[in-house]
DNA sequence: ACAAAAGTGTTGGCCCTACACCCATGA
DNA sequence: TCATGGGTGTAGGGCCAACACTTTTGT
């Protein structure tokens, strides 16, 4: 039915064809095989959460062109037609951190009208947890500058992304209590202080020491290393890693990591 | 740099073309106004879980059209270019059911690059909570038929949809542990006989019948009503409802509604 | 010596689980 | 009178929250 028309040539041809894709609306299902009308465009936006002394932070490119040229904003992109979101996500990430090897997870698909003011652009959200430690940020293509923020207190952002980032936080939050993300955030080894602070950052209410360290030593996924702090003006701290094997069994088995 | 470039008139150019999206990929963020290149197709599929006598229902259509002609699948279809996936999944709820006053969430959204066999479509999936007996439901315009099926033992399904129901399936029992989205399920009056079948089927579990009714009492979101079953051969239930007003009231307030 | 974080046990209360019998109705 | 689901209370155990002092190091 639509296999002759072509695409718009031009931005200003979206309102003529938006009749079109009316009549595709009365239908329930893709159409067969040959099918072009105007589409909304994907892309995927990045809320990377990663932690240091000062806590929880978040990374943020400072956009090179218009629309909100100079703002800063979540990184991001198009998603190819040959890849898949994921995909995409990773892509984008690694141009701003040299790394493909970081904690990804879809988190939303955002998709007003109007949430881009140049076209129709429907974005699906993920968000990333990596250890700042391990990498140096550096600008993308597309991007003059790219820096970690406190997530707590973040300029203002371009598009819809501060709403992005609202549901990060809280979906970050919501996760940190049943399973032990903290480990996506930390380095290999870290002390349980450390990793006390980070929840507390995450949860937004301080914790109760002994019963913190208590709860997490039953899991039974921290294995305590033969070192130690050193060079810290206080009694030295024991430090632990992340046992990821035991982890993955307790996973299977059905056990809850609730804090 | 794109914006003289026409659009595919069919898939055969797609793979032509992915060169030119590749060339977009090194960006991270949309070019500025015109751009135009190949896109994926935008979709929504619902799950549509109901409950009744028999237990957990989903609601499935027989396509009418290929591919995946004849077989059952999620009722969904594309979006639009001026409506978000929301209003596209309502839209398309309403050609099966009738209504569009159902309870809805986002669920996932699936991008495999393979997941249709004619092109490149990337699915919102949505997953839905409806009372059948507040609906009739009728076969939209590309479907030869809508039935309800028992959500435990679905015909074999088109396109991923196979794995959208197993994610859906995961979600309402995820959230029906700290949701009492058992009212989106039940008639206005119920009794706590059903609620508790309901949860039952939704966890794939037996409950301890006073323990239900102890928590669930305790929550305060139950009126009971002066009023009883009849007709019933055995000894009438009181009937119940949900009180709404109460429910956003704790939910403000930060309750937790564990069963 | 002091500052700063590490490390360590116990108790009371609450909640969750398990469990068995009588009741009201229609057939 | 029988079959069916409705309705009710208690006791034991486990888990969670609250709480304060000593240890080790650097300055």
Redesign the pocket.
């Known amino acids: 039915m639509l296999s002759e028309t072509r695409a718009p040539p031009g931005a200003f041809l979206i309102a003529l064809l938006t009749c079109v894709v009316r009549l595709g609306e009365r239908t329930s299902e893709p159409m067969p095989y040959t099918y072009d009308h105007p589409r909304p465009t994907l892309t995927v936006d990045c809320v990377v959460f990663g932690v240091d002394e000062e806590g929880l932070k978040l990374l943020l490119i400072q956009r090179g062109h218009d629309p909100f040229k100079d703002q800063w904003a979540l990184p991001g992109g198009f998603v190819g037609i040959d890849e898949t979101t994921d995909d995409a996500a990773l892509r984008e990430l690694e141009e701003e951190t040299g790394t493909r090897d970081i904690y990804l997870e879809q988190l939303y698909t955002f998709s007003a009208v109007d949430r881009d003011p140049r076209q129709r652009v429907v974005s699906v959200a993920y968000y990333a947890l990596v250890k700042p430690s391990d990498l140096r940020v550096q600008a993308g293509s597309d991007a003059q500058d790219v820096r970690w923020f406190n997530a707590r207190q973040l300029p203002q952002l371009g598009f819809d992304h501060k709403d992005i980032v609202a549901v990060g936080l809280e979906r970050l939050a919501g996760k940190v209590r049943y399973v032990p993300v903290g480990f996506e955030l930390l380095p290999k080894k870290f ?4 990793l006390q602070a980070l929840y507390e950052h995450i949860l937004g209410r301080p914790l ?4 913190f ?3 997490f030593l039953k899991m039974g996924v921290l294995d305590a290393l033969e070192e ?11 430090l632990f890693s992340f046992n990821r094997r035991e982890y993955q069994r307790l996973v299977k088995a059905g056990f809850s990591f ?1 804090i």
């Open positions: 002390t349980l202080g450390q109760d020491k002994r019963n360290r208590r709860s130690y702090q050193t060079g810290v003006a206080h009694r030295p701290s024991q609730e």
